[in-house]
């Protein structure tokens, strides 16, 4: 169990994501800008924001840091509503006299979160305004795992995403880490370049899809990943062709490859290089073979895989 969040703990995990989302693009390092809050402000809240520092292309995800761009953005959503004249009557008044907007209305009318600050807990909780409903309820216990989940999903966002289910869990894997334990629990870092995200900010498990910046980090994964035993692939990421030949005939072949067992009986898996082009190969339980690499080495494998013969023609 993760020790209690403390500023200082807050600060360092939200250091460490802010270098991943500065590494997404030099647009998304240039855009960033420093936040400075006030010292009445919850504390954790303060060492999240003035450590992560904000940018404008995280504005379709969360609210800005600052309160007071919340509150307009919230008073300029309430107002439209009410212009609509479908009953909803909800006013500033009506919401807690200290929030920030926490995530804005993406699909124009359907709602939008803030925080609840007149509690004075230092990780406040978040509250839904329903424009259909003209409500406001609970939505989350804290505020900083919705930020932290946000901003890590962007920062991954637009690297290959491949389902990939594992025996032993992901979780009991060797070398397998938790680097934000506070901010987004349930994100594994594989290796540097492959992880594993929560499909939502409290889901205590992340989804069995991974995130991996290259199609070649997976592949590189899969080979060294010790105590990895078996696996599941139901859709191979990349271009895949069907090959003419057993996977004896290529295990002759190519006897450098890894060989994992799949979880579905009968079901084969191979994975390592063949002339230079990182592979991955699934073998079914009908014998079928079928090889997956990443799409940029097309010509080139069709090249081998045809001298080697092993390309069918299906």
């Not at 696996?231 to 990421?237: A, D, G, I, K, S």
Request: proline content about 9%.
């Amino acid at each position: 169990m993760s020790p209690a969040p403390t500023p200082e703990l807050i600060r360092s995990e939200a250091l460490a994501l802010r270098a991943q989302v500065v590494r997404k693009s030099r647009r998304v390092a240039d855009s960033m800008r420093p936040v400075r809050l006030d010292e009445t402000e919850p504390a954790l809240v303060r060492a999240f924001w003035e450590s992560l520092g904000w940018t404008p292309l995280l504005a379709e995800l969360l609210g800005e840091p600052e309160r007071e761009s919340g509150r307009k953005r919230a008073e300029r959503y309430m107002a439209e509503w009410r212009s609509w004249g479908e009953g909803f009557a909800l006013e500033l008044k009506d919401l807690p006299r200290h929030f920030r907007l926490a995530e804005p209305d993406p699909n124009q009318g359907v709602g939008f979160s803030i925080t609840n600050e007149d509690g004075g807990e230092a990780d406040p909780p978040v509250l839904f305004i329903s424009a259909d409903e003209g409500t406001v309820r609970p939505s989350l216990p804290g505020y900083l795992r919705l930020a932290g989940h946000r901003v890590l999903t962007f920062a991954l966002d637009g690297w290959y995403r491949t389902r990939v289910e594992t025996q032993p869990p992901l979780t009991a894997l060797a070398g397998v880490s938790r680097p934000y334990p506070h901010l987004v629990p349930a994100a594994l870092r594989l290796s540097e370049e492959v992880w594993a995200l929560p499909l939502n900010a409290l889901d205590e498990a992340p989804e069995p899809t991974l995130s991996h910046a290259r199609f070649e980090a997976l592949l590189d994964w899969l080979a060294s990943a010790r105590d990895l035993e078996a696996l599941h692939v139901p859709h191979l990421p990349g271009r895949v062709w069907p090959l003419s030949v057993s996977l004896e005939h290529v295990d002759a072949a190519l006897p450098d490859l890894r060989k994992l067992r799949g979880l579905e009986q009968g079901m084969d898996y191979r994975v390592g290089m063949l002339e230079g082009v990182g592979i991955l190969l699934a073998a079914s339980p009908s014998g079928s073979v079928r090889l997956s690499a990443n799409a940029r080495h097309a010509g080139h494998l069709e090249q081998v895989l045809g001298a080697r013969g092993w390309l069918s023609s299906r």
